[in-house]
């Protein structure tokens, strides 16, 4: 499953629309020290999939690299159990999460982060469907189905016209 980030295909939305959390006074009830947080968003990149996920990378302004990287699935548990032919709840649990993804690189604020996902990004329904939309818009640019088929249809309107032009001038 290849994850890339939405700002590559989609900069000026990603930039407008990259939810971002700002952490003021010495460490605060979050556990986070004071600085602006962005959970910039990944999708998967494989061609035909539909996996419904999104990947937070979240960066700090304070330093580089990622501080965490957090794995959510929007969908019924059954939609994953079908999605992966395995009903494993322990699988399915990591699939849905919001959870640390394995393998990631995390550092010692990526629990805290996980928090602010679980308790207060994911409780915003708009921002939840504004991934939604970002998923959406990202699987068209990756499947193409969108332009394939206005392609399409401006071929077959051409064709159209080029044989009634044929047949006035016989
Ligand atoms: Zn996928």
Redesign the pocket.
């Known amino acids: ?1 290849p994850y890339q980030l939405f700002h590559d295909l989609f900069p000026e939305m990603a930039e407008e629309e990259t939810r971002s959390v700002t952490v003021f006074g010495d460490r605060s009830e979050t556990g986070l020290p004071p600085g602006e947080y962005a959970f910039c968003e990944m999708f ?1 990149n ?1 061609r035909g ?3 419904r ?1 999104v990947f937070f990378y979240v960066v700090a302004s304070f330093r580089e690299g990622p501080e965490a990287v957090i794995a959510w699935g929007w969908e019924s548990p059954e939609f994953y159990a079908n999605w992966m032919g395995d009903d494993d709840p322990e699988v399915i649990a990591e699939l849905m999460g919001p959870c640390l993804n394995l393998g990631s690189p995390q550092t010692e604020l990526a629990r805290a982060l996980l928090d602010v996902v679980r308790n207060v990004l994911l409780q915003d329904e708009a921002y939840v469907e504004r991934i939604k939309r970002h998923y959406r818009h990202f699987r068209t640019r990756i499947d193409g189905r969108s332009m394939a088929s206005s392609r399409l249809r401006k071929r077959k309107i051409k064709k159209g016209k080029t044989k009634i032009k044929k047949r006035k001038a016989e």
């Open positions: 499953m998967c494989e999939c539909d996996c996920r």
